[in-house]
């Protein structure tokens, strides 16, 4: 069965969202379980056994239809009639409690009756063809895309093409995994009667997959129950370390965290703003971060001052009395309100300290934002339906222009249903599925053309040319990134512009290099198919391509064209490799061993150290000619055929080539050499205009070596 028991001897761990539920009655299953064995006493009337979920979605939308729920309680509690949990409580118990967690989230009929299902294809006799008769296809696509795979089928498999079809029904319809998130978090609150490598299996499995997804979809309650149940299973002695901390401030006469929301409470009452000031407890995950950041913990590190207001102007006015009246931390401020998390959250975060050291931290926002940093994409209730079937479903939570993010495809979802296809078996998608998750953080960057990337935090050009172009991206040979040249390893921050430099040639393929500074799975797995599709191509890219290729009569002594008439009767001259003067250069000369004369540019920097030195300044200017020799440097991004195209363009402008010089490439990024034999000096200007034109050059200088002659 998929459901996994509790035993009631082995409590589950005290979490401070356990001490927030203590307010309401406590809901016994064994009860539950009794009344669903009863069944309901009239046909129509609604069992008691769900009670607590009527009353809860109800809190939520007032007008709902209960009658869906009925019909599928009813038909879940007869499939699993006479199963029983591991506990000795009977099936139906868990189905219950999972549509429970999801009715206090505020989920919509269809989810809360889909969830009432969700085991019953799995574990009993009833039918998908069944489910969409009796509740329509919504709740049919809902129930297939939480049923597992079986392993008869799929064997050791099973398990990651389960979470496969889960993720690409998730991309179709986002509450398949809030059905999903709520279900697991049930069954790691009763994980208790389980052995314990099968509670570390799972609770592993819950940390690399579940939470990550539940944070990304904003879900913040269940995340962070998840969170604590893990921590209590993977790292026991942390846990206890962590409890005992919580429970010795527990015991504490002071409150510096009641004292401080009070003073709160006193500067809102009088600025006049209307605002509910609440203490919110650190959950154990959090409290073990704190500590672990801040060393030693004061009482108001235990938890932090939530702040509710009515609109999206009051926090702000909220904000600025605070660091009016209070003394602000300036370094804690972020706004999420203006620039929400790719997850729907918004909030205004910031902190304020008192005089003997204490510092609480603040969150403000307003009710409908409380609801969705809570519940993520559960309190958006039915994201596909129109405004006019959301009001036939109650008053329920509709949250206001600039809040409603599209749920239904999230960017970090899009990626992941894009390199999900092309994963080529179970355990690569497994392992890559675990890598992206781990990316706990998103950034945008925008395209010139004012369009947006979004992609996890640490990614690198070679990611938003995946991101924008697919496969195409293997023709891409640089970007420009806020406007500057940038290597194609670039790492990315929130807010860049990227510009992607694409080049001409159909044939242009990527470099095993890019593997380096690829960050994202679709990325990875584009670079890694293309590379073991073209192992010929790959190995010759992977040869060094500094190639010397000389002329056949190789270089002369001299420039014979370049006259330069020098004050020395019979003096040989030499021209200097480290500016490599042309005409109309302005140039002087100076006289070194041998009787030679090397001739430099005025500006070049060996002619300070050659009068430092004290060397004989000789007067020298150009002949007649106009013919010369000339040393250029050709900056550019890797791609093939690029040797091929800056010698032809440098032919076309009638200059010969007496050597060039290709060096190895360094982060995709190749230097050529070249010494050219010009007709005409006048002509150089055009002819670097020309080498700069060739696609995948970025930059064409005369050679400025700093080594004396």
Known sequence: MSAEATNPATPGPITPAAQRRRGRPRIDLRRLGRAALLGPSARDRLPDAIGHVAEAHRASYPDADLDPLRRAYVLAESSHRGQMRKSGEPYITHPLAVTLILAELGAETTTLTASLLHDTVEDTEV??????????????????????????????????????????????????????????????????????????????????????????????????????????????????????????????????????????????????????VLIRPRHFVSVHRVSRKRGELRGADFGRLLVLVNEDADCYGVLGELHTCLTPVVSEFKDFIAVPKFNLYQSLHTAVARPDGQVAEVLIRTHQMHKVAEAG???????????????????????????????????????LLDWQEAAPDPDTFWSTLREDLAQDREITVFRPDGGTLGLPAGASCVDAAYAQ???????????????????????????????????????????????????????????????????????????PAATRRRAADGPAARPAAADVVVDRPGATVRLAGCCTPVPPDAITGFSVRGGVVTVHRVECAAVGRMKSAERAEVEVRWGDSSECRVTLFAESFGRPHLLADLTEAIALEGVAIVSATVEPPSQQRVRHTYTLELPDAAHLPALMRAMRNVP??????????????
């Open 127 to 276: 039918t998908l063809d069944q489910v969409r008769e009796e509740f329509g296809e919504e709740v049919r696509y809902l129930v297939d895309g939480v049923t597992k795979l079986e392993k008869v089928d799929y064997g050791a498999a099973a398990e990651p093409e389960t979470f496969r079809k889960m993720l690409v029904a998730t991309g179709s319809d986002v509450r398949v995994m809030s059905i999903k998130l709520a279900d697991r978090l049930h069954n790691m609150r009763t994980l208790g009667v389980m052995r314990p490598e099968k509670q570390e299996r799972i609770a592993k499995v819950t940390k690399d997959v579940l939470i990550p997804l539940a944070e990304r979809l904003g879900v913040q309650a269940l995340k962070t129950e998840l969170e604590d149940l893990v921590f209590a299973i993977l790292r026991p002695d942390e846990y206890a370390h962590t409890r005992e901390l919580i429970v010795k401030n527990a015991s504490r006469t002071d409150d510096p965290l009641a004292e401080i929301s009070e003073e709160v409470r006193g500067v809102l009452r009088e600025a006049g703003l209307q605002a509910e």
């Open 377 to 415: 994409v559960i309190a958006l209730g039915n994201p596909y339906a129109s405004p006019a079937e959301e009001q036939t479903d109650g008053d329920g939570p509709r949250p206001a222009d600039g809040e409603r993010a599209d749920p239904t495809r999230p960017g970090w979802l899009s990626r």
């Open 469 to 543: 172009y697919g496969e195409d991206a293997h023709a891409c040979i640089g970007a420009r990134v806020n406007g500057r040249l940038a290597r194609l390893s670039t790492v990315l921050s929130d807010g860049d512009t990227v510009q992607l430099l694409m080049g001409q040639d159909p044939t242009s393929e990527p470099s095993r290099e890019w593997l380096e500074h690829a960050h994202t799975p679709v990325a990875r797995i584009a670079i890694t198919r293309w590379l073991a599709a073209h192992p010929a191509s790959a190995t010759q890219s992977e040869e």
């Open 696 to 709: 995948g050059v970025f930059d064409v200088s005369r050679a400025q070596h700093q080594s004396t002659p």
